[in-house]
């Protein structure tokens, strides 16, 4: 075999090599599942998931002062059941740290119109909101600010024994800590 055969039947096969690798990597960098969140408010706790494997807990949530449910209007005081993105995220809150979900959801912006509780132009800002894949309008009827977060300077003695907030999930001030190392904006929050 001539050397320019040889050297030619080298790089074709390290060029073979290399798309392999390549496609390999992608395929092993898109099998990755996402880290996400479940919020059980029967079980009053956060699992912290990847896929359906459980990576890590935390117990003693509260929730809104009147539980979870279907959230229909501003200062009802509902967790608001659903799936949610992390939207924005606040370290200086006073709540310690703030991590803002994408609600109200297109789903409770068309109900709200048909119940007339939000105007057509409310349902239009939040539903193009959710199509551009950003914040919705976080001050018509429907509410908005809520998230999870931890207590701050509250009464830590409550945590986890009463339902305390105006419709976030909240944690110890540990906890949350513990818990900002998972999160990112877009991650996905399940509340039921």
């Known amino acids: 075999m001539s050397v320019s055969k040889y050297t030619s039947a080298i790089w074709s096969f390290m060029r073979h090599l290399l798309f392999f690798f390549c496609w390999f990597y992608c395929v092993a960098a898109y099998a990755q599942e996402a880290v996400w969140l479940l919020v059980d408010t029967q079980k009053k706790n956060i ?19 009147k539980g979870a449910g279907y959230k229909q209007k501003s200062g009802d005081n509902i967790t608001p059941l659903g799936s949610y993105k992390i939207a924005y995220t606040n370290d200086k809150s006073h709540f310690r740290k703030f991590f803002g979900l994408n609600y109200p959801l297109a789903r409770d912006a068309e109900l709200a119109l048909q119940a007339k509780r939000i105007s057509y132009s409310d349902y239009q800002l939040i539903t193009q ?3 551009m894949d950003r914040l919705p309008p976080q001050d018509t009827n429907l509410g908005g600010q809520l998230g999870i977060h931890g207590v701050g300077r509250g009464n830590k003695r409550v945590q986890g024994i009463f339902d305390w907030t105006q419709g976030c999930v909240a944690v110890s001030n540990q906890q949350i800590d513990k818990l900002a190392k998972w999160m990112f904006l877009g991650m996905r929050v399940e509340i039921k």
């Open 47 to 65: 699992q912290v998931k990847q896929g359906d494997r459980t990576l890590e807990i935390f117990g003693e949530i509260s929730l809104g002062r």
């Open 129 to 131: 909101a959710h199509r």
